[in-house]
């Protein structure tokens, strides 16, 4: 059977992807960030411009690809996304 | 004795229920998860239901001085401390509550304009002990499939105040007993126990835009 992420979890994935794929000031790329938070391309592109809007992801220009690392926005998200993820769980629940 | 217990009991469960659907709602506004949402409405519900009960015992206190509380005022209380557990129990994903017959729905209802207020809260009680039930146990199955100490908690918590609601419906039977302060001292450990994985949670709110869409997505795994 398969198992259903809300959008909020899928934000939460790609964050917590980009902050463990942020090891240095490169960032990560899309191809490592779709591996990590196990997302398609196609619907990745579109949460990743919508995350760079809102101030939770930072776009790095490389020479060879796009990049992206978690701004400290986006930390500050996470961080909160986890308190109310345990918060939920603390209950039996998912988020 | 029993009405002093009563007022601390009553007076922690207005603060507790209040301080975590706050939690959740802020939660809710951050997040916009539905589950949050129904805690919410649960918690604060369970608040102002405690929060009814204590205010008619004060009431009672200071001016009527007739050492019990308003029947219909306590009912009123447990009524929409019954809507709190149920919608813990909604949570999780109770599909359908009352009948879906229309014939069967009024009928569920005459007794409630039949019975006295006295009666009405013994209703009331076993509504939120088979509520307070369903959600110790569910709590208990997350906990066995997560192992975390905070579900453990809650569950534990859930499941004291399931047995204090049992032993205080079924001090209708030995009324002048110490059932009643057992049930109390349950009540007031179940709230204990349900607050000490939230009051681990830091409490502040930052405020973030958009991201209340729920799409699901499938992943095949």
């Not at chain 2, 207005?14 to 949050?36: D, E, H, Q, R, W």
């Not at chain 2, 204590?54 to 219909?72: C, S, T």
């Not at chain 2, 059932?179 to 405020?207: A, D, E, N, Q, T």
């Amino acid at each position: 059977m398969g198992i259903y992420r809300k959008q909020i979890q899928i934000v939460g994935d790609i964050l917590y992807a980009a902050e463990e794929l942020t090891i240095d000031q490169n960032g990560a790329s899309i191809t490592r960030l779709i591996q990590k938070a196990n997302i398609s391309h196609s619907r990745i592109s579109k949460i990743l411009t919508n995350l760079v809007s809102q101030g939770l992801l930072e776009q790095v220009d490389s020479r060879r690809a796009c990049k992206y690392r978690i701004s400290m926005t986006g930390k500050d998200f996470l961080k909160e996304y986890r308190t109310f993820s345990e918060f939920t769980d603390n209950f039996g629940l998912t988020i | 004795m029993e009405f002093l217990l009563e007022n601390i009991l009553n007076l922690i469960g207005f603060i507790v229920g209040i301080i975590i659907g706050v939690f959740a709602y802020v939660g809710y506004k951050n997040t916009g998860s539905p589950v949050l949402f129904r805690l919410t409405i649960a918690f604060i519900a369970i608040g102002i239901g405690f929060g009814i009960i204590w205010a008619g015992y004060v009431i009672d206190d200071i001016y009527l001085q007739e050492g019990k509380i308003n029947r219909g005022l306590q009912a009123l209380g447990l009524g929409i401390q019954t809507i709190g557990y149920f919608f813990i129990a909604f949570s999780h994903t109770i599909k359908s509550f009352f009948p879906k017959s229309r014939y069967f729905r009024s009928v569920g209802i005459l007794p409630l304009f039949a019975l006295s207020a006295m009666n009405i809260e013994h209703i009331i009680r076993s509504f939120s002990f088979i509520l307070l039930v369903y959600g110790a146990i569910e709590t208990f199955v997350s906990f066995l499939e997560g192992k975390q100490k905070g579900t453990l908690a809650v569950g534990i918590g859930l499941a004291l105040l399931a047995f204090g609601e049992f032993i205080a419906w079924y001090s209708l039977v030995f009324p002048e007993s110490i059932l009643y302060s057992v049930s109390i001292l349950l009540k007031i450990s179940g709230l204990i126990s349900l607050f000490i994985p939230i009051s681990r949670l830091p409490l502040r709110k930052i405020k973030f835009d958009d991201f209340e869409d729920n799409e699901d997505e499938k992943f095949g795994r």
